[in-house]
């Protein structure tokens, strides 16, 4: 049985992208994916155009990463963002920047920046195993060729058990979200069958319920709101950006950024609420004002009532939003809307879980976890890489940023030979 420089659990993002590291580096690399293809979740990021990274400084970049910014900074710095804007285009990729500092392939198809991978993969030698799902493993420390790790896998077509040797082994297996990617938490297992803990893991990055959701808001979009969250009544974390209403909740770039405490919160049986600010740049005196001189000018506003009020809201809201803020604020009048435009509160009382959640919370504990090797402390010649970690970030190219970084780190740590 021959014997690999590295097998790789999972052939995701962070997978991939370890796997061209090492076989970079002359390393001879196995990579084993249960799906049908690599992949697979990077074809559905970024709404299918998958944003990879973005283009911030450490002191901006570490603020979006939860828990432990200092264990990802050697990362980082060992690949940053830069070195994986590089390091894309120079295997055929052709990058772009958006607003936010966001970058995309210029093709903005996420499947594009799955497809070059595997191309660099297969134009290094590297073997690739589809649709074997990693079911077990083992340390051997008197093998012929000195210590390795048994891996065995499952055949997805025969479910016959294969079984490799490698020197070292590599965990990018996931986590939880999207589970029908194939994220379904196998190497966590895997992980504590090595004697490592997990932090318990839940859904980040996901839609927020309201309690008694109007589900007629689904489809409506707002830009330049400021979202404020609330826990036990107290004001924890406030965003400002783009947010959706869906048929699942509340969504969006920021109000999902509001989501990874939300959900602890709830987690923990306390009270949540988001507050939205649906006029940010304008203060509630401003406002005032506003609505004096547009009732100086029209005389149905002048007289108030419901109809003088929708008048108002015609010109303040998307006429889409006017039916539900005004279901939601029965008592509403000219001399209260100020109030209500700064301060529209939904109780949150769930959230989305898995199916849905961009990335999951909790993992690998990072004690276990070297980072300035991402190799185990428990077991030699054992590493870990991407949503596997109890390391993420906020929506915006963080989490990919992680899972390459780290990938690379540890596909840079291991030994030749």
């Not at 589900?215 to 406030?238: C, D, P, W």
């Not at 909740?249 to 709830?266: D, F, Q, T, Y």
């Not at 276990?368 to 870990?384: N, Q």
Request: hydrophobic share 40%; with cysteine; net charge positive.
């Amino acid at each position: 049985m021959d014997c690999f420089d590295l097998a790789i659990a999972g052939g995701g993002a962070a997978g991939l992208f370890g796997a061209a590291v090492a076989a970079g580096r002359g390393l001879s690399v196995l990579l084993l994916e249960r799906n049908g293809r690599c992949g697979k979740k990077i074809a559905i990021t970024g709404k299918g155009r998958c944003n990879l990274t973005n283009t911030r400084e450490w002191s901006e970049f570490s603020e979006h990463i939860h828990p432990s910014p200092n264990f990802f900074k050697s990362a980082f710095f060992g690949m940053s963002n830069r070195d994986t804007m590089a390091f894309f285009e120079q295997i055929g990729l052709p990058l772009t920047v958006e607003r936010g500092q966001r970058v995309f392939p210029v093709s903005m198809r996420a499947q594009d920046v799955a497809d070059v991978l595997v191309a660099r993969l297969r134009q290094l030698g590297v073997t690739i195993c589809t649709g074997c799902r990693v079911v077990g493993a083992s340390r051997v420390e008197n093998g012929v060729c000195g210590p390795f790790f048994k891996v065995e896998a499952e055949s997805a077509a025969c479910g016959t058990l294969r079984v490799f040797a490698a020197r070292n082994l590599l965990i990018t297996t996931g986590g939880l979200s999207y589970p029908a990617t194939g994220s379904t938490g196998d190497g966590y297992a895997l992980a504590e069958s090595f004697g490592h803990k997990i932090v318990p893991c839940f859904p980040s990055l996901t839609a927020l319920v309201p309690f008694n959701y109007d589900t007629s808001l689904s489809g409506i979009s707002l830009k330049n709101v400021e979202l404020s969250l609330y826990v036990n009544g107290t004001s924890v974390q406030t965003e400002f950006g783009e947010m959706d209403f869906t048929g699942d909740g509340i969504e969006g770039a920021a109000a999902i950024r509001l989501s990874r405490r939300a959900v602890a919160a709830l987690d923990g049986k306390q009270k949540v609420a988001v507050s939205f600010d649906l006029k940010p740049a304008l203060s509630c005196e401003q406002l005032r004002l506003r609505i004096r001189r547009e009732a100086a000018d029209d005389i149905s506003i002048a007289k108030g009532g419901a109809a003088g009020l929708k008048t108002l809201l015609k010109r303040l809201l998307p006429g889409a939003l006017i039916p539900p803020f005004m279901r939601a604020n029965r008592d509403l009048s000219c001399e209260n809307l100020p109030e209500r435009l700064k301060a529209w509160r939904f109780a949150v009382n769930s959230y989305v879980g898995y199916r849905r959640s961009v990335v999951t919370a909790g993992g690998v504990d990072l004690a276990g976890v070297s980072p300035k090797t991402m190799g185990s402390k428990l077991v030699d010649g054992l590493y870990f890489a991407g949503e596997i970690l109890n390391l993420d970030g906020d929506t915006g190219g963080y989490n990919l940023q992680i899972a390459f970084s780290t990938a690379a780190l540890a596909a840079k740590s291991i030994k030749k030979g």
